[in-house]
């Protein structure tokens, strides 16, 4: 994400000119846009004009909106950012108070005003902003007759690619079947590989599955990179990683991701860094209970005692509609950070931030022991 111009007092009122310059940015931007803020963007309004016959008839016009943010929608599949809002500007085709959905389009500039940008805004301005956010590791979860394509960035895991074939039992007299049934298999993941990625970006590519398959699929894609001359997919070969993992299935994603063998391959990411955060989380939890907590009442506790040595939020949380809550929010990463902790602030699209909403969206490793934790009546949210 490109920032164009940035104006923002001490108070945290202000405006940000911006333009997104890949996809990802449309879910930072999902993230950075609330109900209560005001768009102006550059958008496509149908009107209706008299013609010299007296007919009427549609026209589409580019025209400048400001709109007042009632909703916003993000299409996790396809990519697409829209806001819907009432327009707040003066205009000879769009009357003040009536409604108009812009939709975020990518390399177009628009403006984002905020009465207050708080720290967890700032720092996903910062984030979005940053050259290497882009994906740079890709994983193929893959069993006998299935498989999932996944790329990861610092915010997004998304499956781009789903392939299904029908590999027969190995019987009696039917191993050519099989053999012939499992190299078109093989074909069809090589090409949503080759088709589905962006190669030259990628870090990493883990190869992960059951049993053999990974290792037979890996020496199937490197004879045929050679056998095409397909230079993109010769290339890759330095960079990937065979891992176990227990199917083909999505969900194998989240025990690939952590294998210890994995990490120092990973180090760079940001899954690497989640990954490690939420296995010692969980570690703590089943060997020192009563230094770990999770829910937002027991966390807020102990960012209230300074007790937080670890922060895990998923940034779910901050997208809450009622202003007070997401400033509590907010409160339990300032306190948090004031004291000397660390935050990992994860997202909700990512397999790791997943994970973290699996269990109420946040939890903490705590410095010292909280046993009264466990007694207290903290069931009310914030």
Known sequence: M???????????????????????DLWHLYNLIDVGNFVKATTIRKVQRETD?????????KIVLTIEVAEVDFDSQGLQLRIKGRNVVENSHVKV???????????????????????????????ASEPT??????????????????????????????????????????????????????DLVYRAIKDKLKLDELKVVILAS???????????????????????????KPKCILAHSSSGHKHALHEVLANPALQSR???????????????????????????????????YAADLGAIQTLLISDS?????????????????????????????????????????????IAAVLRFPLPELEDMDLEQSP
């Open 210 to 236: 059951p049993g053999y398959v990974k290792d037979e699929f890996f020496k199937y894609m490197n004879a045929e990179a050679v056998r095409t001359d397909e230079k993109s997919m010769i290339k890759i």
């Open 97 to 127: 108070g009536a409604f108009h959905t812009i939709e975020v389009e990518l390399h177009r500039s628009f403006e984002l005003t905020k009465s207050k940008w708080d720290v967890i805004d700032l720092d996903r301005l910062t984030t």
């Open 53 to 61: 016959t007296g007919s009427s008839e549609s026209e589409r016009l």
């Open 266 to 300: 990973l180090v760079d990411t940001k899954a690497a860094a989640e990954v490690k955060a939420l296995e010692t989380f969980f570690d703590v939890l089943n060997n020192q209970p009563d230094r770990a907590c999770y829910g937002p009442p027991h966390v807020l």
């Open 2 to 24: 490109r920032i164009v111009h940035k104006s923002i007092a001490k108070d945290g009122e202000g405006r940000v000119k911006l333009i997104a310059t890949e996809a990802e």
């Open 317 to 361: 949380l901050f997208r809450n509609a009622d202003v007070p809550t997401r400033q509590k929010y907010v409160g339990v990463v300032d306190v948090t950070r004031s004291t000397g902790g660390d935050v990992h602030i994860f997202s909700a699209m990512h397999i790791t931030g997943e994970q973290l909403n699996e269990m109420t969206g």
């Open 133 to 186: 956010a882009g994906a740079d590791v890709a994983a193929v979860v893959m069993q006998e007759g299935l498989a999932n394509v996944c790329v990861l960035s610092n915010s997004l895991s998304r499956f781009v690619a789903r392939v299904e074939s029908n590999i027969p039992r190995k019987a009696a007299g039917a191993a050519f079947n099989k053999d012939k049934s499992k190299s078109k298999f093989f």
